[in-house]
């Protein structure tokens, strides 16, 4: 097996399942900061008045002038660790051929 792992195989089990998913993926983009330019995320998190940055190298989030770091789009719902969110979430209107 050529692929490396920095875990040993009896410990792979305890990594949490962090998978993203967007339910409503058509709205979005995903980006990567990738300067130390400040930029902050487009909420306050719960119990501070300021706006927190988003730090060079983090994954963030964009729908249209808007930018969430996970932990606010995770908040707010716009995305989830649900692996079966298509299941249980509401679902954009389906496309109906006319
Ligand atoms: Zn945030």
Redesign the pocket.
């Known amino acids: 097996m050529s692929e490396t792992s920095d875990l040993p195989a009896d410990e792979e089990s305890d990594v949490p399942d962090m998978r993203v998913y967007l339910p409503h993926h058509e709205e979005w983009t995903v980006h990567i900061k990738r300067t130390w330019d400040k930029q902050y995320?487009?909420?306050?998190?719960p119990g501070e008045d300021y706006f927190?940055g988003?730090l060079a190298g983090e994954l963030y989030l964009q729908r249209g002038d808007e930018k969430?770091?996970l932990?606010?789009?995770l908040r707010n719902r716009y995305v989830t660790l649900d692996r079966l969110f298509w299941q249980n979430g509401p679902r954009p209107p389906r496309k109906m051929p006319m």
Do not use: R, T
Not at 41 to 45: M, P, T, W
């Open positions: 995320c487009y909420n306050k998190s927190h988003i969430y770091c932990q606010c789009a």
